[in-house]
């Protein structure tokens, strides 16, 4: 059986799908719909598609098997709830929600009716989680860890993911900075954050800049300090992680990684980031046709958002969250 597929969406994520999907035998892209009739349309003769008029009508299709959902964020889990009502199998691009209740019930609903949720967390299969937690056992019991990402943006672009209203708060929208931690770590016990969004000068419905600041406490002990930026005011990049430990410690700056321990220093080799989307897509197919495992679970997803739901209600009311009891 060939997997009849659909696209709600048609940015990035959305482009390497339609090609992921439209080259496997495995399956077949069928239609898009978008947010923009334009973009829509043009998306759709890139890639010979037949445009929907609206994302409600492309879930709701009976010829379709599975949904994509490469939308703005707040619309996820309408289209994904939608999506499972109609009876179709569900790939959505993180977050599931922006809400950890309504996440849960999504969740729920799948299982209920015995469809297929994935939420895509590719980060879990790039060359820097690879390499951080196949170096871990080699610095020893984990004390502290760094992860700072800052994407400078001068002049800052008119794109979705520059409107809080539409990307959330940033520990939720870029819920891949707190999932890695939580995948490699485990469970988390407090949290802590500061966030300082500052309003676009002449375009009231963006920001110029975000700027979160967050520490989190697991349950092992292991103190985490998680930093995410973007926009006009930032002006050195950074995409770096530091893993202090008993033995050593891990850094990774980009593409580079260096051990250092007792016996010296040592580089690490860090796949660069290239066919993620793919290998998920891949992974995808594999496990509607063949029942093979995926490398992420919903529930996995779900942790995450509430540690990042725990970070945002940390950095709104000024005080610590906790999360659950130390070990």
């Known amino acids: 059986m060939v997997i009849r597929v659909g696209l709600v969406g048609t940015g990035y994520a959305a482009k390497v799908r339609a090609t992921a999907f439209g080259t496997d035998v495995r399956s077949h892209v069928s239609a898009v719909a978008g947010r923009d009739a334009t973009r829509t349309e043009a998306f759709a003769q890139e890639h010979g598609l037949w445009p929907m008029q609206s994302w409600q009508a492309l879930v709701t299709d009976p010829k379709i098997d599975l949904v994509v959902v490469a939308t703005v964020n707040v619309l996820h889990a309408e289209v994904v709830e939608t999506a499972l ?25 799948a299982v209920n009716k015995g469809l297929l949720l994935h939420v895509e967390h590719i980060e879990l299969l790039d060359g820097l989680h690879v390499a951080m937690r196949s170096h ?3 610095v020893g019991d984990v004390s502290y860890v760094n992860y700072r990402t800052l ?15 539409l990307f959330g708060f940033p520990f939720c929208g870029a819920l891949s900075r707190v999932h890695r931690l939580t995948n490699l770590f485990g469970r988390v016990v407090r949290a802590d954050c500061c966030t300082q969004i500052m309003p676009h000068d002449t375009e009231p419905a963006y920001f110029k800049q975000v700027l979160s600041s967050g520490r989190l406490v697991f349950g092992s002990g ?22 202090q430990g008993s033995l050593g ?14 016996a010296g220093e040592c580089e690490i080799a860090v796949t660069p980031r290239r066919g993620l989307f793919v290998k998920d897509t891949e992974m995808v197919l594999a496990y509607l046709t ?13 942790y995450a958002l509430r540690v990042g739901e725990a970070l945002r209600r940390s950095s709104d009311r000024g005080e610590t ?3 659950e009891k130390s070990e």
Do not use: C, M
């Open 290 to 302: 063949e029942g093979t495992p995926l490398y992420v679970s919903v529930a996995e997803s779900i």
């Open 249 to 262: 410690a891990l850094a990774f700056v980009g593409n580079q990684g260096l051990l250092t321990t007792a």
């Open 151 to 165: 994407n400078p943006k001068n002049p800052v672009p008119l794109k979705w993911k520059y409107q809080q209203a």
């Open 222 to 243: 292991i103190v985490a300090e998680l930093t995410y930026g973007k926009g006009k005011g930032l002006w050195a990049p950074h995409r770096d992680v530091e893993i």
């Open 321 to 323: 969250v906790y999360l």
């Open 85 to 109: 009502l109609a009876g179709k199998h569900v790939v959505v691009e993180y977050p599931l929600a922006l809400d950890v209740a309504q996440a849960e019930r999504l969740a729920a609903l």
């Open 136 to 138: 871990l056992p080699q």
